[in-house]
């Protein structure tokens, strides 16, 4: 799938996992850990969002293990839980970006190529759905989200609790990622007059 994709449903699938790991949803440290966790996978090619910034370590896991191998692994995923675990970082913090990567991987699996979960074994996994780019990949996006924004609401999370974001930066955080992977045209804002408080000043 496309970077935005990834990064969308990252997002939706914290907000789902964050309440049964009792971990606050719109933490900006957790969300950014999740959308980070989302991208992680594609550092094995070169060409995506995250390998293009991650040369020359992209180009060379590209050009000895390929795209969608070790990175999109089982073997992976634990083994940088682990890492990180025994390098001592709180389990929230890599429970966030597990939820993302684990994210990146699942969409993944819809497409025809599907996953080496059990790499270095050749066997593949995946429910092929759509292919990258393709107007279905928007269907199926879409459908996620709009599952798991049922699911929460159902479930008793409120979309008004869940989107009171502290000081707007958790939400435009989540906006800078995805406008950067989409690469828009910036917008020009005006810039706001200071306000003045008291009398005017004498001429």
Not at 7 to 26: D, E, K, Q, R, S
Not at 175 to 188: D, L, S
């Amino acid at each position: 799938m496309m970077a935005k994709s990834h990064v969308i449903i990252g997002v939706a699938t914290w907000f789902a996992a964050a309440p049964m790991l009792n971990l606050p949803p719109t933490d900006s440290m957790y969300l950014g850990l999740a959308v980070v966790g989302s991208l992680l996978p594609d550092v094995d090619h070169p060409q995506s969002w995250v390998g293009r910034r991650t040369r020359p370590v992209s180009t060379a896991l590209a050009a000895t293990l390929g795209h969608r191998g070790v990175t999109h692994s089982a073997l992976a995923l634990f083994g940088l839980m682990a890492l990180l675990l025994h390098m001592g970082n709180r389990q929230g913090a890599v429970s966030a970006l597990a939820v993302g990567y684990l994210s990146h991987m699942a969409a993944d699996m819809l497409t025809p190529r599907g996953l080496r979960l059990a790499w270095p074994l050749r066997k593949t996994w995946g429910i092929p759905l759509c292919r990258t780019g393709s107007p279905a990949e928007t269907l199926i996006v879409a459908a996620v989200v709009g599952s798991i924004g049922w699911y929460l609401w159902h479930g008793g999370v409120r979309p008004g609790r869940m989107l009171h974001w502290r000081q707007g930066s958790a939400w435009g955080m989540v906006q800078g990622v995805v406008q950067e992977v989409t690469r828009p045209v910036p917008a020009c804002s005006p810039p706001r007059q200071a306000h003045r408080s008291g009398p005017p000043p004498r001429g």
